[in-house]
Every structure is written in structure tokens, then in C-alpha cells.
């Protein structure tokens, strides 16, 4: 998925929830076991306010709308917001009990989608605050880590690498030599110093996981399995698949933090790659059919025409994939109408994603399918698929490298689009 939604509704739903918790439990109708009807009232009244709030979150961030009732449009609950029901009879402590219960999971389950995401939603109602973000996932170390530059700064002919894999693991592009080591730009486009790593040297192939970290967690499936996550594993079996075919290739992010679009670009840029591989799963689901609703992004030389090499790529990347997934049997694909080999521009009629847009080198960005959909995040999560698709994407990878073969698919009319700008907050990583 690329990028989020619109409406300003949530802040104003949260309101309610917090006019209705200072309303106070006490009511003046006492009845048995001192419980009043109030008491349920301001419960259900409550339960209510909270649950039309997570259906505005859920709408808006299109994660976990399987569980609003009559589904989302524009962005928004379908059905507008939740009314408390009828309290009849004589209310019991038993009452209070399931309510209070009720309303208890729900505000964690409001809190998991506040602290999701952060950056614009309602943080401070948290009164312990958000839980810290894990951990960047370490890359296993391979050979040589270290290497002597102060030695290769002697040979008068030695440039430093173009990137490098930090001790912990993370690709960075090198910005130059400085005391201590080498100036590096961060995933979050900061500049900084690490004293040594690996040099990303011969790189022909850059794969990229779209999305990371906890402010950019992109489309959620029904399941649970988060875009994030998702596009992380494929990427790194894609690369597993393309070391094996003696393909030198790297990611632009090897563990669950956040990284810049700019920064990805800026690597795959700095490194010279052949190819820059965008790697995405789509929502929300649309119609569902019988044919994968693959989608490949290409990019533009001009508002009429596609520019032929990132073109010839993403025509590749689509046969092989949508020829790979229609071997899924059972699968009710969510697709639309002009899926295929795109390209999306703006209404100015510059390319509209940032993956596409920003690189210099040849780029394509991939949606292989809607997790969104119910159907598809059930095969998502399997190591079938991922194997399946990973085989593909090198697949076409490698034909797009060592052949002149022209693509068989080609590019449609362009879809007009104009999507709201990627997360721009990001926490920095270690670099060692
Ligand atoms: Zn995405």
C-alpha cells in the first residue's frame, strides 16, 4: 500500500470518548446491588463512542475493516458512527462487569492503532505512553567486516565505496572520508560516522521493502500480518533467490525500522544498480475475481511516454509474477479494472510515487497483491507464496539483466492519481 487517507475525524471522535469518561459512573436511580440504569448507560454510551472510533481508524488506515460493519467508503465507516443500544430491565453488577470489560479491550485495541500511528493520530491519550519500537533485526556477519581504508587511503587511486553495510547491519550510502571513519547518510537522511563496514561494491540489483518501523506500517491484512513485515521477508528471499543465480544484489533495509523514500532512492543511486526493485502489497480490496491483481508502477520519460528500460522490466516482472500466482488455486483475487503494467502520474503529470519518481536508475514498484483481502493475506502468510513469488521476481529479474528480450506486456494508459506523501518521521537506528 502507498500511503494513507484523508479525514481529520478521529480527533474529533476521541473528543467524545473523553467528554463521555469525565461524565463520571454515578447515577441517581439507584436499583439492586446499588447499580443504577445510569451506570449501563454511560457504559454502552461510552462502548459506542469508542467503537466508532477504532471504525474511523480502522477506515482510515484500512487495517482490520473486515470488522466494520457495512465496510468503509471514502475513508470513513460506511454506516456512519455506532448509537448505544436500549438498556431495559434491572441493571446488576453483572451489567458493569461485561461492560467495563468491553470498554477495557477496546481502549487496548485503540491504543495499539494510536501508537501505530503516532505521528498524527491521538498518542497523548496513552498515559504511559507508547511502547518502545523493536529493535533493528541484525544481519547475521558475513565475510570480511572489516577492511582497512586508512591503508587503501595511501594508494592514491583509492575511492571509498559508494555504500556500505554498517556493523549492525544497515545499508548506507557514503557520503565521504572523515576523521573516524566515513561520513554516511542515516535511513532517516540524517548525515553520520561509523568507523568501518562492509563495502556494497558491484552492486547490479537493489530490492526495496516498502515501508518499516512503527510510523510506517502500510497496509494491515485481516490476519494481522502487517505490509511492513510482509515486504521484508519476500524482499529477502528475492535476494536469496538472486545470490543464488550469482546476482549481486542488495536491500535498502534489512530489519523493521523506518527509512526515508529519498534515502532508498539515494542508495540504489549512489551504488549505480542496474535495477531498483520496489517491493509492495496493496489495499484496500476491491471487486474480487479469478486473476491476480498485480500491479507494477514504471517510470515515465515524459508525461506521454514510458521510459523503455524501467518499462521492459516491469513488463517482465508482471508476466512472471501473474503467471507464478495463478497457480494459487482458490485464491478470490481482488483486482482492478486496469491492473497491469502502469504508470500513475500526478495531474502535473509527473510520475506520482516517490520509488518511481526519485530514482535515477532504472525502477519499477511491484504490488503483488491486496492484503487487505481476506483470501490473499491467508496465502500471504504462507512460505509457499513466498517462495513462489520470490522465484518469479528473480525470474524476471535475471531475463531483464542478461537478455535484450523485449517485454511481452505493455505499459497502459496512465492512472491519474495524486497520493498523499509518504511518513516523514523516523526514528534513527544504530549503525554499530
Ligand atoms: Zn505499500
Known sequence: MLGFGRARKAAVAGAVVLAVLGGGMRGADASTEGVSREDVVIRDTLIAAQESLLNVYRCRFGIDVTTVRGGCSDGLP??????????????????????DELVA????????????????????LLPQ???????????????????DWLAMLDDSDWQPPRGLLTPTGIPVAVAGIVDGGFAVVTPCGNLSTVSTGRPLTGVRVVIDPGHGGRYDVGAVGPNRLAERDLNLTLSEAVLAELADRGIPA??????????LLSVR??????????ALVSIHHNAPTFV????????????SVSAQQPRPDSARLGGMLHEEITRALSGFDNVAWSRLPDAGVLRVLQANGNDAYGMISRPTVPAVLIEYGYLSNPSEAALFATDEYIRV????TANAIESYLNSNRPSAVSVQRPRVFDPSPAPRVCDEVALE
Open 78 to 99: 460506511t454506516g456512519g458512527f455506532s448509537q448505544p443500544g436500549e438498556f431495559a430491565g434491572v441493571p446488576t453488577a453483572g451489567d458493569l462487569a461485561v461492560r
Open 105 to 124: 479491550a477496546q481502549e487496548s485495541v485503540l491504543n495499539v492503532y494510536r501508537c501505530r500511528f503516532d505521528y498524527e493520530v491521538d498518542r497523548r
Open 129 to 147: 505512553g507508547c511502547p518502545a519500537p523493536p529493535a533493528p533485526v541484525a544481519v547475521p556477519p558475513g565475510p570480511p567486516l572489516d577492511f
Open 250 to 259: 542488495i536491500s535498502t533495509r534489512t530489519g523493521d525500522y523506518g527509512t
Open 265 to 274: 532512492a539515494g542508495l540504489a543511486d549512489a551504488l549505480g544498480a542496474e
Open 288 to 299: 474480487t475475481g479469478r486473476r491476480p491483481g498485480t500491479e507494477v508502477y514504471v517510470q
Open 389 to 392: 513469488a520470490a522465484k518469479a
